[in-house]
Each structure stands twice: as structure tokens, then as C-alpha cells.
């Protein structure tokens, strides 16, 4: 079934470039003309994804993002009309995916929505394939869920549900902030470069700078840090981050 994405902009020209490709590419398209109507379309039509423009009218992208986050993980690629590079944190920063500055060459939309849907249906395949190839089927639940649960103290990560516990209160994570967390969780100790990290959470040759990662890691750190007494990321001085657990120190830091 082909996978349904929902446009969130009021301009006619850009809907008919979006969907053109989009439609080209196998998508089913959706459009809605203002914030209003794509929130509303958004909760009956459960898209896989969103393209959301940050201009528009009535209630604006930022706040549509919002709203959105508040209730869903769907993955969310914002339109920036500004090059303002505010509005690209801003975006990040409520939840938002991705992002594309206009004007944007419609193959490149199309690869970022390509990149987005193959990492968040990816991950899910890749850990059952991983249980099914490590425990055999008569092994039962149980056993084969241990492979792909990851468990630290306060911090329980379930790949294959793509479930995030802190304290065992659930923390709902973008789709990004999840793969960025579950790629060091996976390999402790490890320090990822931001390269590194924007090559395997994007996966491709992503062109946006490494002040990205940052924004993701930020609010990823303030969802999975805030209310408890651990640490878990830990930034590498000019090289990028680390998983560690760690007592969160009484002086400021
Ligand atoms: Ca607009």
C-alpha cells in the first residue's frame, strides 16, 4: 500500500510541485491549505508523513508542529520560506524532522522524504530481523525481546516498539531524537563524530551543517535527562557525543 503524506501549504504552486513528485515517486498525497485543516486532516487521515510549510495562515507551521508532537510521532519535514536560521532551530527544536529552505529543488524534497520514511519503517524491520536471527521462534516472546530491549538504569529503550522509558514513565521521541538515541544506546562508549551521525540517522549524504545534531541532542537531552538524576549523553569536545550513563553532578556544568 502506497504511503500517504500530507501537505500542510497554502501556496498553489508549491502543492502542485510537491505533489507532482510525490505522486511521481509512489506517494498518495494529501493537501490541506491552512494549519486548521491539516491538524484535522492529520488526525483522520494518519499520514506517515508531513510536509509543513512555516508560513501559513491563521495558525502558523510552528504551531501546527506543536500540536502535532503533543499527541503523535509522525515524521515531520518543515518548509523554511526564511533563511533565517532561527526558524530552522525553531522547527527542530518543537519536533520537526527535517527541514528545507525555499526554494528547494523538488528531487531533493523527495530524497529527504524518501530518507525520513526509510529510517523510521527501517529500524522496525532491522530489530525483528535481528530477533528472528538470533533466537529461534520456539524460544518464545519473551526470550527474543530481551535482544532487542535495551536497559540501563532510569533508561529503557525498546528498538523493535520504538518505546522510550524514563523511570518507567514513557518519553515520547521524535522520530529522529529516537534513532539518535537508539544509535548510541546501541553502541556505548563509542563516540559518534556528527558526520557520522547525520550519515547513519539520515542516511545519506546529509548537506545540512552539524549545528543540526546539536539541536536534535538538545531536545532529545532535555526529554531524557530533565526530570532524572542521570546522565546519558555525553558531548565529546569538537568530536561529537557518546553514550554513558553517568550521576548528574551537583555543581553546575
Ligand atoms: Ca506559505
Partial sequence: MAQKILIIEDEDGIIHLINLYLKDAGYTVIVAKDGADGLALHAREHPDLVILDVMLPAIDGFEVCRRIRAWSKTPILMLTARIAEDDRITGLDIGADDYLSKPFNPRELVSRVRAILRRTNN??????????????????????????????????????????????????????????????????????????????????????????????????????????DLRYIKTVWRVGYRFEVKARSTSAS
Avoid: C
Wanted: cysteine-free; charged content about 25%; proline content about 4%.
Fill in 123 to 228: 529500524q522496525v524491520v532491522e530489530a525483528v530481523q535481528k530477533t528472528a536471527g538470533n533466537q529461534s521462534v520456539q524460544e518464545g516472546q519473551a526470550e527474543a525481546k530481551s535482544t532487542t530491549l535495551l536497559r540501563f538504569p532510569g533508561l529503557t529503550i525498546d528498538l523493535p516498539a520504538r518505546r522510550v522509558e524514563v523511570n518507567g514513565r514513557e518519553v515520547a521521541l521524535t522520530p529522529t531524537e529516537f534513532d539518535l538515541l537508539a544509535l548510541l544506546a546501541q553502541s556505548p562508549d563509542r563516540v559518534f563524530t556528527r558526520e557520522v551521525l547525520m550519515n547513519k540517522v539520515w542516511g545519506y549524504d546529509y548537506l545540512g551543517d552539524g549545528h543540526t545534531i546539536d539541536v536534535h541532542m538538545s531536545a532529545l537531552r532535555k526529554k531524557i535527562e530533565g526530570d532524572s
